[in-house]
């Protein structure tokens, strides 16, 4: 799952509650979180309303997915974490880092105007507004929390631009410079019954028919027509031209690597790869300016992050932030958020 927030100075979602609200021995006024040896904190009130607002956000999208009856919060990923868990985790360190934002936000001359202030109010009561009273009532949404989410957020947003854009980074051609090709894969992957999803693994002679139309490609002088008459599909893909054939995401290590010694418009022999199937490739450009530029602005944007997560790491040390673990238990997914009937019909 992606860490999600609140968008700054907006708060647009049009919830009902789904379930009975389960039970809870914590007070909204318990104190959740003591910061630098309780010379602030943050209430368990807040931080559960924080969870389950992005518990919101993530329930609209998944039960598109899932439906409303599956129980995705519980599944665990690749680390053995429940998606419930991890998204506590993330809220957590959200709430930090928006903390320290605000925290420094004065050596970065990051204040909230009057019309920031009106601009905060307004979201809050619409949010209030535009969902129903057990939506909020499970949620835990009061105006205060609200505003406190929204003000935290945009603290966080300028002074995250503002570290981000006075950082010098430097991105060089080599890092940038990007091949674009346009290829055709011609699958030996087993089949799948889509009704009982049985694996059905492909005959030799069905390979040495999926390989013979690899070859008629390899050995055409238009390439997207000859795919077409094999009945295949071009795909394009961009790689870093001077970078490791291995460090491609899009295709296999051997595709790349053959590529890398074609000229522009030249087409591959047929390309081999063990359990995946034969693919052909024609250079469309050894140096693509645009997917250069693209990559060249992608690389910034993320050495900038980097920077940004650099500065907030050193605000960190000597920073102490301590959850209470047990009333943080507490919080949990087990009721579920919904579409409000007429925000459905409004998107239709």
Known sequence: MKKMKAAAMGLSLCLTGSLLLSGCSAKATDQLI???????????????????????????????????????????????KTYEDKTKEQVLESMEEQY???KHAGEYKVELSDADWKKIEKAAKKFLSDNNKQAIRQMGATEEYLKTMLEYETYMTRV?????????????EEESAQSTVSYVKFSTAAKSDTSTGQQTALTD??????????????????????????????????????????ESQTLPADVVKAAQ?????????????KDDGYYVVRMDAVYDKKATKDKEKELKEQKQEEAYTKVVDGWKKGF????????????????RFAAK???KNDNK
């Not at 013979?212 to 870093?240: C, I, L, P, R, Y």
């Not at 010694?261 to 790869?273: H, R």
């Open 34 to 80: 003591s910061i630098d040896n309780g010379k602030d904190s943050i209430s368990y009130g807040y931080g559960n309303f924080v969870a389950h607002y992005n518990q919101a956000m993530y329930d609209l999208m998944l039960a598109s997915y899932y439906g409303t009856s599956s129980d995705y919060w519980t599944q665990k990923d690749s680390s053995g």
């Open 320 to 335: 102490s932030w301590k959850v209470d673990k047990k009333l943080w238990k507490q919080v949990n997914f087990e009721d």
């Open 100 to 102: 320290l934002c605000k």
């Open 261 to 273: 010694d074609l000229s522009d418009g030249q087409i591959s022999k047929v390309i081999e790869v």
């Open 160 to 172: 995250k631009n503002k570290i981000k854009s006075a950082a010098k980074v430097e991105v060089t």
């Open 341 to 343: 009937e007429s925000a």
């Open 205 to 246: 002679n069905e390979k040495k028919a999926l390989k013979k139309s690899a070859e008629n490609v390899a050995a055409a002088s238009d390439f997207k027509k000859a795919v077409k008459e094999e009945k295949g599909e071009v795909q394009t893909a961009s790689f870093t031209s001077s970078a490791d054939a291995s």
